[in-house]
C-alpha cells in the first residue's frame, strides 16, 4: 500500500509496522534487490517484504568477494556505499574488475600529479593498447580514457 509523504511516496512494511520510503526499504538488511527493480515491483502491488528479496532461484548476477557470494547491489551497500557512487561501482565490475579493486580504485583527475599516469597512459596507447584495455588497467571506462586524453591535449 503506498501512500504520499510530502514530494516521496511512502509504502507500509508490516515486519516494523511503519511507512518507509524506497530510500529507507534500500537500507534494510534484507534487500538484496536493485533500486529500479525494487520501485517496480512496489508499483505492481507485490507486498514490501515480497518485493526486497530475489526470487527462488534466481542467480542473475551473483558475485563472489570477501568471501561472501551476493549481488552488485549487496557489496556496494556493504562495502563501497559512501566511497563511490553505485554506478560507479557496476561499471567498473563490469569492466573486468574485481569488487575488491572496483571499491578501492581511485578516480584519476587531470591535476600535475596525475600527469605522469596520464602520459602513461598516452604512451600504452601509443604502442597499440586500446581504450578499452587502458581503461582496465587503470579502472575506468573507455569514454574516460578518451576525455582524460582530450584534456591532457588541452592543457599541453
Known amino acids: 500500500m503506498a501512500k504520499k509523504r510530502g514530494a516521496k511516496t511512502v509504502y507500509f ?4 509496522g511503519r511507512m518507509k520510503t524506497i530510500k529507507e ?3 534494510d538488511p534484507r534487500c538484496d534487490v536493485s533500486p529500479q527493480t525494487l520501485l517496480q515491483r512496489l508499483k505492481r502491488g507485490v507486498p514490501v517484504a515480497k518485493a526486497l528479496v530475489k526470487k527462488d532461484g534466481d542467480t542473475r548476477g551473483k558475485y563472489k568477494a570477501f568471501g561472501e557470494t551476493g549481488t552488485l547491489f549487496y557489496f556496494y ?7 563511490i557512487k553505485y554506478s560507479t561501482f557496476c ?3 563490469r569492466s573486468g574488475l574485481s569488487i575488491e579493486d572496483a571499491i578501492s580504485v581511485k578516480r584519476i583527475g587531470v591535476g600535475p600529479s596525475d600527469r605522469t599516469r596520464l602520459l602513461s ?10 581504450l578499452a584495455e587502458i581503461g582496465m588497467q587503470y579502472g ?7 576525455q582524460l586524453f582530450s584534456a591532457l591535449r588541452k592543457a599541453q
Open 13 to 16: 512494511f508490516p515486519d516494523c
Open 25 to 27: 526499504l534500500m537500507e
Open 77 to 83: 551497500n556493504k562495502f563501497a556505499k559512501g566511497k
Open 91 to 93: 561499471q567498473r565490475v
Open 121 to 130: 597512459m598516452a604512451t600504452a596507447y601509443a604502442r597499440g593498447k586500446t
Open 140 to 146: 575506468i571506462s573507455r569514454q574516460r580514457v578518451h
